[in-house]
């Protein structure tokens, strides 16, 4: 309100000044002469119809610029509002890791722009024993703690999943076969590392077993999830807690 009354203001003066030095430089050079009321009409005009006149452009201005500020930041706010729901609904709820559906399509994304790579599916082994025998919240803690050993393992630009209750994805995006098995094995071992407790104090082991296979630049990708879970089945009835990786689709049957 203060700058709309500094600006009125100054408004007010010049048109005043103008009108003094037009009456000035006009009425002689019509032949006429500027007495006392033709001074104060020059004075008071300009200012009974600038000032309220400039006011209240002035005061219109400076709502418009005040409704604009909003508009913008609560457009912002929207903006930043729909980023975050976006990107909740591409999470897991409770690992915040991708979920099924966001996964399989950063992974197709991803095999667009190469086909190299490999795909892990992972699986908390016994994890049936330790929602019942120590109930679910100790079960959804060891989820957590699995999942963050998953993380600790990869690579940076591996992306991970949680694709159901208790089992994961993992894509090692440009892995060779090698590469797939080191990467796997930490995973592994990172959560076999894991330092969990139930309610009590009661050690709980984690472990997990891991089925891979090398993506092939024909596989599709039901042809990579078949392969994977056939290497996963493997590594459970060979006795859980291990990594089996398909080398290729030829092998997997």
């Given at each position: ?9 100054l ?5 005043t000044a ?6 000035a ?8 002469s500027?007495d006392?009321?033709a001074?104060?009409m020059s ?17 219109q201005?400076?709502r ?15 903006a ?53 025998g ?21 690579r ?19 892995a ?10 930490r ?7 894991v ?8 050690g ?18 039901s ?15 060979a ?15």
């Amino acid at each position: 309100m203060h700058s709309v009354f500094v600006k009125s203001s100054l408004v007010a003066v010049g048109s005043t000044a103008a009108s003094l030095s037009i009456v000035a430089l006009l009425v002689p050079l019509l032949g006429g002469s500027v007495d006392g009321t033709a001074w104060l009409m020059s004075i008071i005009c300009p200012l009974a119809i600038s000032w309220p006149a400039s006011a209240f452009t002035f005061r219109q201005s400076e709502r418009l610029r005040r409704a604009h500020d909003e508009l913008s930041a609560t457009h912002a706010e929207l903006a930043a509002t729909h980023r975050d729901l976006a990107e909740r609904a591409r999470r897991d709820q409770m690992t915040g890791l991708l979920n099924r559906e966001s996964f399989f399509a950063a992974l197709d994304s991803l095999r667009r722009k190469s086909d190299a790579g490999a795909l892990l599916i992972i699986d908390a082994d016994h994890f049936k024993k330790i929602n019942d025998g120590h109930g679910h919240q100790v079960g959804d803690a060891a989820l957590l703690a699995i999942s963050a050993a998953i993380c600790r393992g990869l690579r940076s630009r591996d992306i991970v999943a949680r694709i159901g209750g208790e089992e994961f994805a993992a894509y090692l995006e440009g892995a060779s076969p090698a590469e797939a098995a080191v990467v796997a094995e930490r995973v592994r071992h990172e959560v076999e590392m894991v330092n969990f407790a139930a309610s009590g104090g009661a050690g709980v082991a984690l472990t997990v077993s891991i089925g891979g296979t090398i993506c092939a630049p024909e596989a599709t990708l039901s042809d990579l999830l078949r392969a994977a879970d056939h290497r996963l089945y493997a590594a459970k009835r060979a006795g859980r807690n291990r990594v089996m990786i398909e080398q290729g689709l030829s092998q997997a049957a």
